[in-house]
């Protein structure tokens, strides 16, 4: 056996003697790449696009599109399927839903090509004597959770028209003119924040720019409703079961609020008429997307007949403060010309964390959620940053490119990576705003002044106002002199530093933690099914056993437990979520360890958590007596 295996080596050493070595220019050099896709130009595109969409399939979730497109001349031409998305701050266009693309010119198929690195793009060889490209393409809608966002339900749909469109390569999407139709299944009706007639089922858009439709999605169904909560704003209702559109007055009176306390902060309305798209559904996915005449709204059926078994109202206030901070004032550097231009994120904490700031404060001053609940959901909001291991090495800042990061997948150890916390952070930074502008000038400023004034521009605008970070910083000091600037770049560029919930205690609340749930807590439970333990034994358990979370250095990541787990037993007795809080509580009188059966991948075995603290629930505590800062910012205008 060793004669043979020599044998071998010898043979081998001869043949790559005999092999010349390789020459230094035959090694792998990269093949050269050149774009072809032409940028856009802010010029007028010659002709206008028609769309009409086939929307009566509702059976298999199946959107057909035929789409003409004048084209000037023969030659090269690239068409485009949007990619990167307003709202969603990433390149989150649904290509892989899009099937059965068929391009023709003059009743002749034109072959396309799919660009090899932009996907997004099919470029195309117009054929003389073509005056107008014919493009038919289906949008097939997941029809199961685990396809992706269910837009099409037997009674109820969300029609998004970039999701079935394709339009020119080389011009700004606002100079690209387009009239849209739509087929919806007979007997259904459809609203949208882009004015329509209809005759029957088919309802006729009016001519538009692509920039401006694509921002004027529609949401359709069988059972609908529409509530006037202003000359100027409507709540459009759409729901899987008639018995779900039964509102009370007194609940939309609340609604009626919202609208009449936002044009009170902003003093302005940045449309000519704003929908509420708000969908009722078990059917299609829930939603939560703003655009700039319209938002779409979407969660689970219970809205207005569960009304005070829920508190988490906040959804409306937030997409509605869009119209004005992140629709008209958009950060200089997330404005595009077109949807394949990438999107840079970096004032997201103005975008989206002022927004989360107003949601928050509207909804109180509407009576939507009352003042008590609200500052329950801020100790929830303060408690989760503040026990944030993240924050030790990771800025806020940095979290801006978290949509381009994680395409808002679901993400673990979430307390260790952060996960969009511009958004929650953001709102407390915008507290220590507020709270600095009330010391600084005594009593007359604060966060409202900055409100007005640099959101409160034109009325009835309903283009775009692009800032800067210079421009934030310069509006604030206008009002009240400060070193804006200084104080805003470090708190969104620092790391290892508390969590900035100062401003809340600056105006008049402080954070603390009792062994006491309070309803918006409990509430949460109940709603979400699960069992939060984060601030004690450093867990939250749904109500079949499952870990749905485990905070990094908490006694349960300690104990070795992670997201995946699932606890069978608490101290020998079978796992509930209400066992588990006793254990937790018992604990605090002993000195013995809470045991854990836990079941992880196919194994079972106990796991010792050694914590004796007791439950801990965050909660709000007024601090000094009469009016504080926050006390005024709540209180209806």
Not at 73 to 92: E, I, Y
Not at 413 to 421: I, L
Not at 435 to 447: A, E, P, V, Y
Not at 586 to 592: E, Q
């Amino acid at each position: 056996m060793i004669r043979n295996v020599a044998r071998l080596l010898a043979v081998s050493l001869l043949a790559s003697a005999a092999m010349p070595a390789l020459a230094e220019n035959s090694k792998p050099q990269p093949v050269p790449w050149i774009n072809t896709i032409p940028d856009a130009r802010d010029i007028p595109y010659p002709g206008t696009i028609t769309l009409d969409i086939d929307a009566t399939d509702t059976k298999r979730g199946i959107f057909t599109t035929r789409e003409t497109i004048p084209v000037a001349q023969a030659g090269s031409m690239v068409l485009l399927f949007p990619k990167w998305l307003p709202g969603n701050h990433s390149p989150t266009g649904q290509l892989d839903k899009v099937v059965g693309l068929h391009i023709r010119g003059n009743g002749k198929d034109i072959a396309w090509e799919r660009d090899p690195v932009d996907v997004f793009a099919y470029h195309i060889k117009v054929p003389r004597g073509v005056k107008t490209l014919d493009v038919d393409l289906q949008f097939a809608s997941a029809t199961a959770a685990d396809q992706g966002t269910i837009v099409m339900g037997p009674d109820i749909m969300r029609l998004q028209w970039n999701s079935m469109s394709l339009y020119p390569a080389g011009y700004f999407t606002r100079q690209i003119p387009i009239k849209a139709t739509v087929k919806y299944p007979d007997g259904w009706h459809a609203s949208s924040g882009l004015p329509s007639k209809s005759t029957g089922s088919v309802y006729s858009y009016d001519k538009t720019n692509y920039e401006i439709l694509v921002d004027s999605p529609v949401l359709a169904g069988r059972y609908f409703k529409r509530w006037e909560l202003s000359p100027r704003v409507d709540l459009d209702v759409y729901a899987d079961k008639p018995e779900e559109l039964a509102a009370t007055p007194e609940q939309i009176d609340l609604h009626k609020n919202l609208a009449t306390q936002a044009v009170k902060l902003f003093g302005t309305q940045h449309y000519d008429k704003y929908v509420f798209l708000f969908a009722l559904s078990d059917q299609i996915a829930g939603a939560g997307l703003e655009h700039h005449r319209s938002s779409e709204d979407g969660v689970k059926p219970g809205y207005f007949l569960k009304w005070k078994e829920n508190s988490n109202r906040n959804l409306l206030p937030h997409e509605y403060t869009h119209s004005w901070d992140g629709k008209f004032r958009r950060g200089a550097d997330l404005w595009t010309p077109d949807f394949r231009t990438p999107m840079r994120d970096s004032l997201l904490w103005v975008y989206e964390g002022q927004t989360q700031f107003w949601g928050y404060v509207l909804q109180a001053r509407a009576g939507l959620v009352s003042k008590q609940d609200t500052l329950d959901q801020y100790a929830s909001i303060m408690a989760q940053l503040d026990n944030r291991p993240a924050r030790n090495w990771r800025p806020m800042i940095d979290t801006t490119n978290d949509p381009a990061i994680s395409r808002r997948a679901p993400r673990g150890w979430v307390s260790y990576q952060r996960s969009e916390d511009y958004y929650n952070e953001g709102l407390l930074i915008w507290m220590q705003v507020d709270s600095i502008l009330r010391k600084q000038s005594g009593g007359t400023k604060s966060i409202d002044d900055f409100a007005s004034k640099f959101f409160g521009l034109t009325d009835g605008d309903y283009g775009e106002v692009t800032y800067t970070f210079d421009d934030v910083a310069a509006t604030l000091n206008s009002i009240q002199p400060y070193d804006w600037a200084g104080f805003l770049q470090k708190r969104i560029t620092e790391v290892g530093a508390p969590a900035p919930i100062s401003g809340f205690a600056a105006n008049g609340y402080k954070l603390i933690y009792t062994d006491e749930q309070t309803p918006s807590t409990k509430q949460a439970e109940t709603t979400g099914k699960r069992t939060d333990l984060t601030y004690s034994i450093g867990l939250a358990v749904n109500n079949e056993g499952a870990l749905t979370s485990v905070q990094w250095d908490g006694p349960a990541f300690k104990a070795g437990l992670t997201v995946s787990d699932t606890i069978v037993a608490v101290n020998g007795t079978a796992f509930s979520g209400q066992v588990l809080k006793e254990a937790v509580t018992a604990a605090k009188a002993g000195k013995d360890p809470i045991i854990l059966l836990v079941k992880a991948n196919d194994r079972i075995a106990p796991v010792s958590i050694d914590y004796h603290d007791g439950l801990r629930y965050p909660r709000l505590e007024k601090i000094g007596t009469g009016e504080g800062g926050l006390d005024k910012l709540l209180t209806p205008r």
